[in-house]
């Protein structure tokens, strides 16, 4: 399992861009790169997922190098709706799913 | 039903019983996940299942906790004497489980259990 590195907390004010980084340097070959969000009092919900280069959906970019040693969540434009705790997860298949302790990002008006 | 269910969503128990929290994962999902999640703190993995077997039990803290899950459906997690320090939310996961690009995770409520 990949040991992971990110930020602890963020602060960010509404509509900026946001641009969290994830350190993954002994990642797996077959390990894709995950990154979930978790509201208080709710359990996690994926955003987003990649193995190389940029992955887009209507929520979230992901940037991954090709060295795949670290990997950047971006939130276009964040409202106060967006704060949340954002966990990185690098994973194979068949394997426990394990989560580091995130970043907490807080959107400020 | 459409998402994973657990139950009960709050159970306050005293501290010595027995506890039972049940998972029901989305039909088809072979991989199933139990965390536990102290307050402001990040998930600690329990216990993972791939259909009925149990390959990584690592997580599970002492020999009071223990685990089953039966038709690669619903699973138990079951707390033996609790202790103060089991006061957490409980929270289950499961997914399609079969290869890399499969293991988006999808997570139930939690079951807030209090030990008092």
């Known amino acids: 399992l990949a040991k992971i590195t990110q930020p602890i907390s963020m602060d960010s004010y509404e509509g900026q861009e946001v641009n969290i980084t994830c350190s993954h340097n002994n990642i797996a070959t077959n390990d894709y790169i995950t990154w979930y969000q978790q509201f208080p009092s709710q359990g996690p919900r994926f955003i987003i997922q990649g193995y190389k280069t940029k992955v887009t959906n209507e929520v979230a970019s992901l940037f991954i190098p090709a060295d795949r040693k670290s990997s950047t969540l971006s939130l276009p434009r964040v409202s106060l709706s967006d704060t949340a705790v954002y966990y990185c997860l690098g994973h194979g298949g068949y394997q426990k799913v394990t989560f580091g302790i995130g970043t907490k990002l807080q959107v400020i008006p | 039903g459409a998402g994973v269910s657990q139950s009960p969503s709050n159970k306050v128990t005293e501290k010595g019983k027995d506890v039972e929290l049940r998972c029901d994962p989305i039909?088809?999902?072979?991989?199933l996940y139990w965390y536990r999640q102290r307050l402001g703190q990040g998930l600690e993995f329990l216990i993972y299942f791939q259909g009925n077997s149990a390959p990584d039990k690592s997580g599970l803290p002492s020999d009071r906790f223990s685990a089953e899950r039966t038709g690669e459906s619903v699973s138990t997690l079951t707390i033996q004497r609790t202790q103060q320090e089991d006061s957490a939310v409980y929270l289950c996961a499961s997914s399609l489980g079969s290869g890399p690009k499969n293991t988006e995770a999808f997570f139930g409520q939690g079951t807030r259990l209090t030990v008092v």
């Open positions: 039909s088809g999902h072979t991989a």
